[in-house]
């Protein structure tokens, strides 16, 4: 079984490292125009450039996004991005205009070519089309199910299919209400997210009783339970949405998506943890279009922002104080809110359990705080942020990428090493014939011991084949320097440019 190449946003620096030391095998972003996100923090050229060196040293990809619509005086600033994009070492840009796609064909063959979900590709005639016209991806709407991806997904061209996050109520890049309410377009990269506000429906003229006001706002999609159903659509790569989140979402839900898939492929088990990927965002769980979900199981009318997860209820108010019965551990710095029209949100900046001072509190007790607005008994209060949650994904490890190694040491024979990362394969020797040993020989684990020297370095060495003579003298300084050698001519080949010429077109 393959793996699917797990996909995660990077709104901005600090998501990218946070996707890439979760387990991410490619990142999208944006520069500052022509992105579907254009409120996202976005990027600089300097900063995309650094961005694509940091991330290619890891062995992860980098996709841009151009996926709007392209005014025609804008073309030729876009192909100019795209140009740019390209010389950096770009591996692929989202797009979505046919006219921007079409001359990006005749002047920059090279360019890895990805269609937008904002083009609604969700049949066999536009999989084939975008395939003629030289798009290596489609990223697939939203809206096609299971059985459709499942056949979509054995035709040449890769298939892309969103995982996880926000949801629209329209179909993927069909949606002109913010445009005609707001002036505000998502095919231009500005969604004013209308399916968010309060709508009442009416019937010839009279209020329908609905569960809730916000009558377009769908739930937020979660598959993380349904990686075995996915892993048998072979789609090539699975997306997670949010390049406006923060880097603890992005951290905590690419975390759990790579363990994920990696149980499965293992045949292991995994049990997905919902309450803490609701704690950090929201609006409900779907599992979305793509398993048939209908009705209030895809919609949301009572809350379209961040629901948070039950903490518990008021029992007791007083004109200083509140007091809440736990359902949840308590800790400070917590978020909290508490419903109600409106609703009240504070910090658990100080916690009081029977009147003393306290750092954290149990699920079942009494908590009470400093808080003098009005609260009516017994009303709800979610935890819409936890201090420890975001302080441990704040403190992510770093990534270290498996280098296969392979040494050959023999006495008149120069000393050898063959480094080989995913398609990489470097020889590395040098020029001084190695003797017999008159002393010392190193043992196995000595070898081992300087070969596993790469802590200040992305990478290290697995597995490790040595081919020694028994009484061969290798010095430990040559071991050393060529295995700082051989991991920076890597380095250097994972972040080199391509040579990309602009072809003329009229």
Not at 4 to 9: I, K, V
Request: glycine share 6%.
């Amino acid at each position: 079984m393959n793996k699917p190449e797990l996909l995660a946003p990077a709104g901005n620096r600090a998501a990218l490292e946070a996707a890439i030391k979760a387990g991410a095998d490619a990142v999208y972003l944006g520069l500052q125009r022509f992105g579907a996100r254009s409120y996202a923090d976005n990027f600089s050229r300097d900063q995309i450039n650094e961005a694509i060196n940091y991330a290619h040293q890891y062995g992860v990809k980098v996709y841009a996004t151009l996926n709007i619509i392209i005014l025609p005086q804008e073309l030729d600033d876009a192909l100019d991005d795209a140009l740019f994009l390209a010389k950096v070492g770009i591996d692929g840009v989202l797009i979505q205009d046919l006219g921007l796609a079409l001359l990006l064909r005749k002047r920059l063959p090279q360019l890895a070519l990805h269609a937008s979900t904002q083009m609604h590709i969700h049949n066999l005639e536009s999989v084939k089309l975008l395939e003629n016209l030289g798009f290596t991806r489609v990223v697939l709407a939203r809206e096609t199910e299971y059985q459709q991806v499942l056949s979509l997904a054995k035709e040449p061209i890769e298939t892309e299919i969103f995982v996880y996050g926000a949801l629209c109520v329209c179909y993927s890049g069909q949606c002109y209400l913010s445009s005609e309410n707001g002036n505000r377009s998502g095919n231009r990269g500005s969604c004013a997210q209308p399916c968010r506000l309060p709508y009442k429906l009416l019937q010839d003229g009279n209020q329908v009783v609905t569960p809730g006001e916000y009558l377009l706002s769908p739930k937020d999609l979660y598959t993380i339970d349904r990686v075995s159903a996915l892993l048998s659509l072979s789609a090539d790569c699975w997306k997670i949405e949010g390049r406006m989140k923060r880097p603890e979402y992005v951290a905590f839900i690419t975390k759990q998506y790579r363990q994920a898939i990696d149980a499965a492929s293992n045949h292991e088990a995994f049990t997905p943890d919902q309450k803490d990927a609701a704690l950090l965002f929201n609006r409900g769980f779907t599992s979305g279009h793509i398993f048939s979900s209908r009705g209030l199981d895809l919609m949301n009318p009572e809350r379209p922002n961040h629901q948070g997860i039950l903490l518990g209820h008021v029992v007791e108010k007083n004109s200083s104080q509140i007091t809440i019965l736990l359902q949840e551990s308590l800790h400070q710095g917590d978020g909290l809110r508490i419903l109600g029209q409106p609703d009240q949100g504070l910090v658990a900046n100080k916690i009081y359990l029977k009147g003393k001072l306290v750092n954290s509190a149990n699920s079942h007790e009494k908590v009470s705080f400093d808080y003098d607005l009005p609260v009516k008994v017994g009303s709800e209060v979610r935890l819409t942020s936890s201090s420890l949650q975001l302080t441990s994904l704040d403190k992510l490890p770093p990534r270290y990428e498996a280098v296969e190694l392979s040494v050959k040491a023999k006495v008149g024979m120069p000393l050898r090493m063959t480094a080989t990362y995913k398609s990489i394969v470097l020889v590395m020797s040098d020029s001084i014939k190695l003797e017999e040993a008159k002393n010392h020989v190193l043992t196995q684990q000595e070898w081992y011991d300087q070969l596993g020297k790469t802590k200040d370095t992305p990478y290290y060495f697995f597995p490790i084949k040595i081919d020694a003579e028994k009484n061969v003298f290798v010095p430990v300084s040559r071991i050393n320097d060529m295995r700082r050698r051989i991991l920076e001519r890597l380095q250097q080949r994972l972040i080199a440019k391509p040579e990309i010429t602009l072809l003329d077109y009229k």
